[in-house]
């Protein structure tokens, strides 16, 4: 699947990313857990270079929990502090007081603010609140809620300013494409939604041979192609003629993958 997609909000916020850097003390870093690497943009980590920087793998809950103890280990090498969390019920999130207290300090005024950066859809809103206790900024299950900036008041001296997510460019590696299009960081209207279900069927097999016909018994020895031919046909997903409406079967087996329903799995393997 070759992607080739950068709209120009994107742009807009690689702008407001580089603008708004010298306000804060401190940034936090946040990756998709089930794809540290694939979520992670090249073009964020060289803005962010120098400034004092938390980690944070979010919607660890839908990872592989022995990959993201690979991971953590892996990303606390580059010298920043690194944390795994649910950010809809919390979890993980009571050693972000350490972390912080490892990399940063507040600016002149005794306010320490702080940045959120990540891709679209990786949960950045959800953290903000969850750290706000409430509904402070704007949450959707779709890339592309957070349109601009906001600044969020989590406690008297710690503020925090939310930004819209930024892919880079181009994907020169189209299995990343293929990652962010499976984990829903890319709107399904710019992604081959079938190539990507078909995809993320294959490494199933490949990699959780059973969890596919767990969930689906009719999977069982079946190759991609057949089981959502099969699963649209269990569906009644059907076009006019009596065809299997392959696009409405692929949708519904990313949306089980996307909401944990076939287990949790990491994308990503420890380079």
């Known amino acids: 699947m070759s992607l080739h997609w950068y709209p120009g909000h994107m742009a807009k916020a690689r702008r407001l990313l580089r603008a708004h850097l010298p306000l804060v003390q401190v940034v936090f870093e946040l ?10 943009n090249p073009d964020i980590a060289e803005l962010l270079a120098g ?9 660890e809950d839908l990872a592989d929990p022995r990959a993201t103890r690979a991971w953590l280990a892996y990303l ?17 999130l009571d050693k972000l007081e350490e972390a912080l207290r490892r990399v940063a300090r507040p600016g002149r005024t005794g306010i320490l603010r702080g940045m959120v950066v990540g891709i679209p ?18 949450v959707g299950a779709k890339p592309g809620v957070t349109k601009g900036k906001q600044w969020i008041k989590v406690t008297p001296n710690f503020e925090l300013l939310d ?7 181009r994907f020169e590696d189209p299995e990343v494409g293929l990652k962010l299009a499976v984990t829903g960081a890319l709107k399904e209207e710019v992604i081959d939604v079938e190539a ?9 097999q490949e990699h959780y041979p ?3 016909a767990k969930r689906y018994p009719l999977a069982a020895g079946k190759a991609p192609e057949e089981f959502l031919d ?4 269990h569906r009644g997903f059907f076009l006019e003629g009596g065809c299997i409406d392959r696009v409405k079967a692929a949708v519904a087996l990313l949306k089980d993958f996307r909401e944990g329903r076939l287990g949790r799995f990491t994308l990503d393997p420890i380079a």
Do not use: M
Not at 121 to 138: D, E, H, M, Q, T
Not at 163 to 169: I, Y
């Open 196 to 204: 990507a279900a078909l995809w993320l069927a294959a490494w199933l």
């Open 163 to 169: 930004t819209p997510g930024v892919l880079w460019p």
């Open 230 to 233: 099969e699963l649209g046909r």
């Open 31 to 40: 990756l998709d857990a089930r794809i540290p690497y694939s979520s992670r």
């Open 76 to 92: 606390e090498q580059e010298g920043y502090p690194t944390l795994a969390v649910n950010s809809l019920t919390g979890k993980g």
């Open 210 to 212: 059973d969890a596919l």
């Open 51 to 59: 400034k004092p920087r938390v980690v944070v793998l979010n919607k």
């Open 121 to 138: 859809n990786v949960g950045k809103s959800s953290f903000i609140n969850r750290l706000a206790r409430g509904r402070a900024a704007a």
